[in-house]
């Protein structure tokens, strides 16, 4: 961050002067740094630092060391202000995980960029092997060497085979498993299905269960009925007795004698009933 030098020629007073309450003088230390209208990273820096402290850091350093401490100053009043509990730490440490964050990259791309290498130059040895000592052969190998060469220097087409190859296989496992998951819903329609017919081949079974048991009930009732019906006949026609007729010669007279002591008792005058007469 670069601060603009700006000289105290006009009326206004610098930042620092006038949050002091008081006439910027022309040799005014802080006026190049906190001009008018930068009131507010002044205060930061006055919060921070103090106005004193700060004209002490300042006041014996050569003119490139001032510049330099006083935009140190006030990019750390400023991220305090920002940020009361990390401040400048925080801001460290987010540069810090930056740069280990690149040196990893940059260590993952010298090992890919080292395979390469060594297949390419696996597959020089191998080529060598196999170089027949004829011209036409020789000139083949040739140009084949060079391709190697560059590829060996270019390693874009490795990078790109392996990633057609993560491809297909990526999309070989979502392959067997979208299978997997059709295999399984079948399945699981197919035991619903069986769960069905069983449950309505019971309920036919209950249902033919029951028929038979009311058949049977009736039946039973029936047959118990036509058991019964001949002794009841039977019982009917034999209990049955011939009416005998008594000659009215043997028949006795009864008589009936009136009881005294009843019809004395019935007819006894009550004493009262006299007495009151």
Known sequence: MSISRIGNGTTQACAACKYQRRKCAPDCILAPYFPHNRQRQFLNAHKLFGVSNITKIIKNLEPPEKEAAMNTIIFQ???????????????????????????AELD???????ICRTQAAAQIQMQETNIDSSSTIGCDTSTVNADVLLNAYNPMPYHYIQAQQEQQQYMMQ???????????????????????????????????AEDVNAW????????????????VNECIIHDVKPIVEMPRERVP?????????????????????????
């Open 77 to 103: 009043s400023d991220a305090r202000a920002n940020d009361p509990v990390g401040g400048c730490y925080r801001i460290i440490l987010e540069l810090q995980r930056q740069i280990e964050y690149s040196k």
């Open 108 to 114: 993952l791309v010298l090992h890919q960029l080292a």
């Open 174 to 208: 979502n392959n067997h498993q979208l299978q997997q998951q059709q295999q399984q819903q079948r399945r699981r329609e197919e035991e619903e299905e069986e769960q069905q017919q069983q449950q309505g081949e019971e309920e036919e079974e209950e249902e033919e």
């Open 216 to 231: 049977v009930v009736l039946q039973d009732s029936m047959l118990h009925v036509r058991q019964q019906q001949p002794f």
């Open 253 to 277: 007279e009864i008589k009936f004698e009136p009881d005294q002591d009843f019809v004395d008792r019935r007819f006894v005058p009550s004493t009262q009933l006299v007495i009151s007469s």
